[in-house]
């Protein structure tokens, strides 16, 4: 099995003053390609954190994090943008979704940032739009987008580079109840139409419970449940 994601010995703590707050106490964890994860945690138990960490956007205290086998510890921040922009998609909980563009440019938008996007690109952003059912949308400008839609936009985006992994932070966080369970439904569909890990961080016990594998962030410990939340 190919590991896309490891923690080896992830400790993160802040600096207060004199006082030391340790969030992320010694975590040990491997993400394989093709998992689905769920992570919960109550407010404040880290997770903001951990995303961080595992995204390469801070700087772990003890231990590291290794993408594709590649430890962030051991690189500069350059090399680290350019390994996150390949092997890493994200979605967030506000769809970050630039106005002045289309859906379809938004999708492109990870390759549009350093280069124009090929035909083939171009053909792929399509094809992922119309696995998130949004083949009639492709020239609409997010504010011409529902909230689902709009997300759903956010998701086809996060797998235009062909990500080993994606990171999501509350991907359903803004959504009422029909449409936070047709994202569901889509990204479990999604998991199994894509070779990737996928991370979701998420308050929403029924999507956890939905996952097959759940982790919860808890005492700077990430622990593994069998049982529902
Ligand atoms: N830059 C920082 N400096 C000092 N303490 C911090 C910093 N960032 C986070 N913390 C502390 O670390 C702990 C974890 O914060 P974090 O934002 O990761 O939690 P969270 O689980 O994402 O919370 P929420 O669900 O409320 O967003 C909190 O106690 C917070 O005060």
Known sequence: MKCNLQCVNLTKSYQIGSQTQVVLNNINASFNEGEIIAIMGA????????LNMLAGLDISTEGEVLLVGQSYNKT?????SSLRNKHMGFVFQGHHLLSEFSA???VLMPISISKKPSNDQTEYAKKLMDQVGLSHRYNHKPSELSG???????IARSLVNRPDVVLMDEPTGNLDDDNTQQVHEL??????Q????FIIVTH??????GLPKRYLLKNGQLIEVTEDF
């Open 194 to 197: 894509h070779p990737a890990t």
């Open 187 to 192: 990204i479990v569909q999604l998991n199994q």
């Open 148 to 154: 689902g839609e709009r997300q759903r936009v956010a």
């Open 76 to 80: 500069n921040e350059t090399k680290i």
């Open 104 to 106: 379809l440019e938004n």
């Open 204 to 209: 929403n016990r029924d999507l956890a419970n």
């Open 43 to 50: 407010s404040g138990s880290g997770k903001s954190t951990l």
